[in-house]
């Protein structure tokens, strides 16, 4: 497989998978939104031949579908696939003995090897010399958004004591010294954050290696949900082929056939404002203070590629990612939590905030009335489950004579809808934590979650039009079907939520006055119910992006019983709030001045938009 990016490329090229852009391109907005055109048109990778402002080519959309990404991983999938679920069921190892051979010997292939050429050490650079990427109008600066950020232990330093992670690191802008800081953002229970917190009791820096580029392999395994105690870099050797090769130059490790290193320390206590970024989300992820890299050396091979990708509302390039990993990684998650067939973090919501799953009910087979219970331990499993506990909005039943299918998210609400009982069904967790990058909640990280458990027979049949009482409603407006069961309502501009209190008591009170409308469960309050009713992926990141389940949910006849709260109808107030980031938007000068890219004899010329 590849040793390096520049074989990657060309390998894809030979096989129709990439396109050269030939002409000079602007890294501010320019090669970001020409990236967001291919990608949103399926298009291939893209090699920018002529940065503006730096000698270093770019490289983007690698992995922008799925079935490029197999293609690059083609010779090694397989044997990495293996790998992990031994180490997710070592039990499979007695059972197909022979297989558990050959992928052994892969496996010890891949154990990192120290020393060797360092072809990433042919010169050394400033931060001001690489291509400075600055992706969404209002992002602080350019930021690095395919790093490998490295760290090890310092209570047990050592290659395989060490964590390899994605986090943005921030490379100019706000009040960071050029060429002499840098910024990295990170949650606190990540890796690197683990490694932090070990340092800063110790009272000593934390050495920080970035690497950037080098085979592909480096770049996947970074972001990577392994099981506990396999290593990052034993993936990227399995993934590539060959042994992940290290050094050590002045105490930090070094990829050796990585296309960029940075090295530096971050100081225990010291932080600077970090922000703002266009997020995965599909909105800015603010300003706050993360810690500061104190930068010490930037290396760079000879004709290095700078890889990069562009971060903002699903699908991106990301989700390929994803929908990669999810391949590569199979029964991890149902290894991990027993009674689970299958959870689906949903990306057109932003992908944190909503999961869809399956889990099993074995708990009431006696009983007369199905009910979830299983289920209910199930979910409490998954909401504390690594990136899992970053959800607020769980959607979890179990089959039931008929099989089901997450990532039909239409059968699949359809059927949790048909069944739910909403006196007893919806569960919230208060005053807990969320995405760092979802502004919904009460603080940084701060919000709520709700499980929403259904299982057991049909108790209803779901509207399959606006039903009328809902045209009647006064003060709200223009109700839009957006799927069974579930209708789109307009509101007042929000305010505040004392006033939002007010609102949603008229409205439920509206509501219940028009009579039961037990065939729709699920009401939406939005700012344009045409939006967010015209298609399927609208409702999911609106509804889902924009909502705190315990000060945004309301319900048509609500109660509480022992602090149990059920409703007859479930209202979430999805409009947009103050205290929320700005959506993204592109530049509208900018999407148009890269038209000339994409005319007749332009180097995109041949992909259709």
């Given at each position: 497989?590849?040793?390096?990016?520049?074989?990657?490329?060309?390998?894809?090229?030979?096989?129709?998978?990439?396109?050269r852009?030939?002409?000079?391109?602007?890294?501010?907005?320019?090669?970001?939104?020409?990236?967001?055109?291919?990608?949103?048109a399926?298009?291939?990778?893209?090699?920018?031949?002529?940065v503006?402002?730096?000698?270093?080519?770019?490289?983007?959309?690698?992995?922008?579908?799925?079935?490029?990404?197999?293609?690059?991983?083609?010779?090694?999938?397989t044997?990495?696939?293996?790998?992990?679920?031994?180490?997710?069921n070592?039990?499979a190892?007695?059972?197909?003995?022979?297989?558990?051979?050959?992928?052994?010997?892969?496996?010890?292939?891949?154990?990192?090897?120290?020393?060797?050429?360092?072809?990433?050490t042919?010169?050394e650079?400033?931060?001001?010399?690489?291509?400075?990427?600055?992706?969404?109008?209002?992002d602080g600066?350019?930021?690095?958004?395919?790093?490998q950020?490295?760290?090890?232990?310092?209570?047990?330093?050592?290659?395989?004591?060490?964590?390899?992670?994605?986090?943005?690191?921030?490379?100019?802008?706000?009040?960071?010294?050029?060429?002499r800081?840098?910024?990295?953002?990170?949650?606190?229970?990540?890796?690197?954050?683990i490694?932090?917190?070990?340092?800063?009791?110790?009272?000593?820096?934390?050495?920080?290696?970035?690497?950037?580029?080098?085979?592909?392999?480096?770049?996947?395994?970074?972001?990577m949900?392994?099981?506990?105690?396999?290593?990052?870099?034993?993936?990227?050797?399995?993934?590539?082929?060959?042994?992940?090769?290290?050094?050590?130059v002045?105490?930090?490790?070094?990829?050796n056939?990585?296309?960029?290193?940075?090295?530096?320390e971050i100081?225990?206590?010291?932080?600077?404002?970090?922000?703002?970024?266009?997020?995965?989300?599909?909105?800015?992820?603010?300003?706050?203070?993360?810690?500061?890299?104190?930068v010490h050396?930037?290396?760079?091979?000879?004709?290095a590629?700078w890889?990069?990708?562009?971060?903002?509302?699903?699908?991106q390039?990301?989700?390929?990612f994803?929908?990669?990993?999810?391949?590569?990684?199979?029964?991890?998650v149902?290894?991990e939590?027993?009674?689970?067939?299958?959870?689906?973090?949903?990306?057109?919501?932003?992908?944190?905030?909503?999961?869809?799953?399956?889990?099993?009910?074995?708990?009431?087979?006696?009983?007369?009335?199905?009910?979830?219970?299983?289920?209910?331990?199930?979910?409490?499993?998954?909401l504390?489950?690594g990136?899992?506990?970053?959800?607020?909005?769980?959607?979890?039943?179990?089959?039931?004579?008929?099989?089901?299918?997450?990532?039909?998210?239409?059968?699949?609400?359809?059927?949790?809808?048909?069944?739910?009982?909403?006196h007893?069904?919806?569960?919230?967790?208060?005053?807990?934590t969320?995405?760092?990058?979802?502004y919904?909640?009460?603080?940084?990280?701060?919000?709520?979650?709700?499980?929403?458990?259904?299982?057991?027979?049909?108790k209803?049949?779901?509207c399959?039009?606006?039903?009328?009482?809902?045209?009647?409603?006064?003060?709200?407006?223009?109700?839009r079907?957006?799927?069974?069961?579930?209708?789109?309502?307009?509101?007042?501009?929000?305010?505040?939520?004392?006033?939002?209190?007010?609102?949603?008591?008229?409205?439920?009170?509206?509501?219940?006055?028009?009579?039961?409308?037990?065939?729709?469960?699920?009401?939406?309050?939005?700012?344009?119910?045409?939006?967010?009713?015209?298609d399927?992926?609208?409702?999911l990141?609106?509804?889902f992006t924009?909502?705190?389940?315990?000060?945004?949910?309301?319900?048509?006849?609500?109660?509480?019983?022992?602090?149990?709260?059920?409703?007859?109808?479930?209202?979430?107030?999805?409009?947009?709030?103050?205290?929320?980031?700005p959506?993204l938007?592109q530049?509208?000068?900018?999407?148009?001045?890269?038209?000339?890219?994409?005319?007749?004899?332009?180097?995109l010329?041949?992909?259709?938009?």
């Amino acid at each position: 497989m590849y040793r390096n990016m520049e074989e990657c490329i060309l390998d894809l090229e030979k096989h129709g998978h990439l396109i050269r852009v030939r002409e000079e391109v602007d890294p501010y907005l320019e090669m970001a939104a020409i990236h967001l055109r291919v990608y949103e048109a399926g298009g291939p990778a893209l090699l920018f031949e002529r940065v503006k402002g730096t000698k270093f080519r770019a490289v983007s959309n690698l992995f922008g579908t799925l079935e490029r990404s197999k293609f690059i991983f083609r010779k090694t999938w397989t044997n990495t696939q293996n790998i992990i679920a031994l180490k997710s069921n070592p039990l499979a190892a007695l059972k197909t003995p022979f297989k558990s051979i050959g992928t052994g010997w892969a496996a010890l292939k891949a154990l990192p090897m120290k020393g060797g050429s360092r072809p990433v050490t042919a010169q050394e650079i400033r931060i001001s010399d690489l291509p400075l990427i600055h992706h969404w109008p209002m992002d602080g600066g350019a930021f690095v958004t395919l790093p490998q950020v490295f760290t090890e232990d310092p209570s047990k330093p050592g290659i395989m004591n060490s964590n390899l992670g994605m986090y943005r690191v921030q490379l100019s802008g706000n009040s960071y010294e050029p060429d002499r800081e840098v910024g990295v953002h990170y949650q606190i229970h990540r890796g690197i954050g683990i490694h932090q917190d070990k340092a800063n009791k110790l009272g000593q820096p934390l050495k920080v290696s970035i690497f950037v580029g080098g085979p592909p392999a480096h770049t996947l395994s970074a972001v990577m949900p392994l099981p506990e105690g396999l290593s990052e870099l034993t993936v990227a050797g399995m993934l590539s082929g060959r042994r992940f090769r290290y050094s050590y130059v002045d105490g930090y490790c070094i990829s050796n056939e990585a296309d960029f290193v940075i090295t530096g320390e971050i100081h225990p206590g010291e932080t600077k404002p970090e922000g703002p970024f266009g997020d995965h989300l599909g909105y800015y992820s603010l300003v706050h203070p993360f810690p500061v890299m104190k930068v010490h050396k930037v290396y760079a091979r000879t004709n290095a590629i700078w890889p990069f990708t562009v971060v903002g509302r699903p699908p991106q390039e990301d989700t390929a990612f994803g929908e990669l990993i999810h391949e590569l990684t199979g029964d991890a998650v149902r290894q991990e939590i027993p009674g689970v067939k299958e959870v689906h973090a949903v990306d057109a919501a932003g992908v944190h905030p909503l999961l869809f799953a399956i889990g099993s009910e074995r708990y009431t087979p006696y009983q007369n009335i199905k009910r979830p219970a299983e289920l209910l331990t199930i979910a409490n499993r998954i909401l504390g489950t690594g990136q899992l506990s970053l959800a607020k909005y769980l959607f979890i039943t179990a089959e039931d004579g008929m099989p089901l299918d997450t990532h039909r998210e239409v059968e699949f609400l359809t059927y949790i809808l048909e069944r739910i009982d909403l006196h007893r069904d919806i569960h919230f967790q208060t005053q807990t934590t969320i995405d760092t990058l979802d502004y919904s909640g009460t603080g940084l990280n701060s919000g709520s979650k709700v499980v929403f458990a259904a299982y057991g027979d049909k108790k209803r049949e779901l509207c399959r039009e606006v039903p009328d009482s809902l045209k009647r409603v006064r003060g709200f407006e223009n109700p839009r079907l957006i799927m069974p069961g579930v209708v789109a309502i307009q509101g007042p501009q929000f305010g505040s939520y004392p006033e939002a209190q007010k609102q949603l008591e008229a409205l439920t009170k509206a509501v219940s006055e028009q009579g039961a409308l037990p065939a729709c469960p699920m009401i939406i309050l939005c700012d344009d119910s045409s939006i967010v009713s015209a298609d399927l992926r609208n409702f999911l990141w609106v509804t889902f992006t924009r909502s705190n389940p315990s000060h945004d949910i309301y319900g048509v006849n609500s109660y509480y019983d022992n602090k149990h709260w059920g409703c007859d109808n479930v209202i979430i107030d999805a409009r947009s709030k103050p205290h929320q980031a700005p959506p993204l938007v592109q530049d509208a000068d900018v999407d148009k001045n890269i038209d000339r890219l994409f005319a007749k004899g332009g180097s995109l010329s041949g992909i259709k938009i």
